[in-house]
C-alpha cells in the first residue's frame, strides 16, 4: 500500500497515567490499521514544545481512509479507554507526503523519531529535489526512516515535516554532530526556517 498522507496527533496525558496510556496506544494502533491506516508509530516526547505529550502517527494512501479511521475510533472500547485515561488531543497535522525515495532499515526496530518542522519560501518541488539529494548523507549518518512532507491542515499550513528515525540517542548525537558540516545539508538550512524540532520516543510499531 502507498503512503501519500500522514497524520501528526498530540495529547496531554497526567503523568501518573502515561505508562497505562502508552500500552493502551497498542490496541489503538491496530484499530488504526484494522479500519485503514498502513502504518502506525507511537510514543511520547523527550524533547521540543510539550516533553511528555503522546504523539500518535499515521500513515494513509488516501484521506478516505483516515476518514474510515476517525470513524472507527468513535466505537472503539480502545480509543475509549485511552480518553477515560485522561488523554486530552491539543494538536492534529495533516500533511501530504512528497515523493523522496528512500530505503527503511527497520532491524532493529527505530526507537526514536526526530521531527523537525519548519517555514519555506521555496517551492515544494524544489524542496522535494533538495531533500532526495540528502538522502544518502543521512543513511550515512544512520538514519533508519526518512519521510518528508507538507502540512494541510491543523497548525501550521503550509509549514513543512522532516520526520527522521534512529536506533539509539547514540546514534542522534552522531548525525547531528556531523550533518551540519555537509554543504547539502547546509543548503537545506538555508531553504527552511526550523521552528521546531522534537525527539520523541518510539513506543510501538504497527
Known sequence: MSENFVTV???????????????QMAS????????????????ATLSGLNPGALVFIQFFDSLSSFENVMGAFANSSAYAGILDLGVEVYLRNIAKLSDVA??????????YLVMTKGKSST?????????????GIFAQSGAQTFRFGQILTGDNPGQYL??????SMDAIQT????????????????????NMRSIIQIHGMA
Request: aromatic share 6%; net charge negative.
Open 9 to 23: 496527533t498530540a495529547a496531554n496525558c497526567p503523568a501518573e497515567n502515561r505508562s497505562a496510556a502508552l500500552e
Open 28 to 43: 489503538v494502533a491496530q484499530d488504526a490499521k484494522s479500519a485503514g491506516a498502513s502504518r502506525v508509530t507511537y510514543g
Open 102 to 111: 528512500y530505503t527503511p532499515k527497520l532491524d532493529p526496530r527505530p526507537n
Open 123 to 135: 517551492s515544494n518541488p524544489e524542496l522535494t529535489s533538495l531533500m532526495q539529494e540528502c538522502t
Open 162 to 167: 522532516l520526520g527522521i528515525t534512529y536506533p
Open 175 to 194: 548525525a547531528y554532530d556531523a550533518l551540519p558540516a555537509n554543504p547539502l545539508v547546509q543548503r537545506v538550512y538555508s531553504e527552511i526556517d526550523v
